[in-house]
């Protein structure tokens, strides 16, 4: 099956420092992923969606310059939380829809970012 | 506006009894419904994707059904391993492939 990765898994930052989180798709090219959002005890919201070559699409109400999405490859997008302040603290979670694998979005693991 | 709505929010069932969850979805020109289980602190693994009306699908003691408005996921004699939150999500007909979710049903399954 289509596995994604995600790193770090879970990392600690202190209030107004940048954090980079690592989507990969191991084992197929995606062209298109996605970053989701996850608070305790609710369902994913879709944050933006990241295309191979050019710019994040994002959802109303989330801030491109505070979320910085780059697609440089088929199998890499990364998600930079600049100047991360407490309210940023949150699941994230990614996704992608290969052009390899049929049928649905695969997920990874997530990462728990905490902005002290 | 597209909407996914999931009920009961959560459900508690003893080991052995069989229930449904379900997913009520205003969409129009759906291209896909997709049913994932989530386990705490982990992301979504899929399990289903439904394409037409009356399709259906089964992977060990889950069956998934798909009629034009809705969507049911039954449990059949459910086991204390399939506690985990469960969400549906439909492709829409547009938009870069994107998926709207709904806020998920928490089972929770006792021995």
């Known amino acids: 099956g289509a596995v994604v990765s995600q790193h770090p898994s879970r990392v600690i930052c202190k209030s107004g420092t940048s954090v980079k989180i690592e989507c990969r798709s191991l084992?197929?090219?995606?062209?298109?992923m996605f970053w989701y959002r996850q608070f305790p005890k609710q369902s994913l919201m879709l944050m933006a969606t990241?295309?191979?070559?050019?710019?994040?699409?994002?959802e109303q109400g989330v801030e491109k310059d505070k979320f910085l999405i780059n697609h440089a490859s088929l199998t890499l997008s990364t998600l930079t939380v600049t100047s991360a302040h407490p309210e940023d603290s949150s699941f994230y979670i990614c996704s992608a829809w290969g052009t390899s694998v049929t049928d649905t979005q695969y997920f990874g693991p997530g990462t728990r970012l905490t902005v002290l | 506006e597209d909407q996914v709505t999931q009920s009961p929010e959560a459900l508690r069932l003893q080991e052995g009894e069989s229930s449904s969850l379900n997913c009520s979805y205003t969409v129009s020109g759906l291209r896909g419904l997709f049913w994932y289980r989530q386990d705490p602190g982990k992301g979504p693994e899929f399990l289903f994707t439904?394409?037409?009306a009356g399709e259906e699908k089964e992977k060990e003691r889950l069956k998934a059904t798909l009629t034009k408005k809705e969507s049911f996921l039954h449990i059949t004699a459910p086991k204390p391993e399939d506690s985990a939150t469960y969400l549906c999500a439909v492709h829409l007909p547009r938009g870069f492939q994107k998926l709207v979710f709904g806020t998920g049903t928490r089972l929770l399954v006792s021995p």
């Open positions: 084992d197929f090219q995606a062209t298109t």
């Open positions: 439904l394409y037409s």
């Open positions: 990241s295309n191979e070559g050019s710019k994040a699409t994002y």
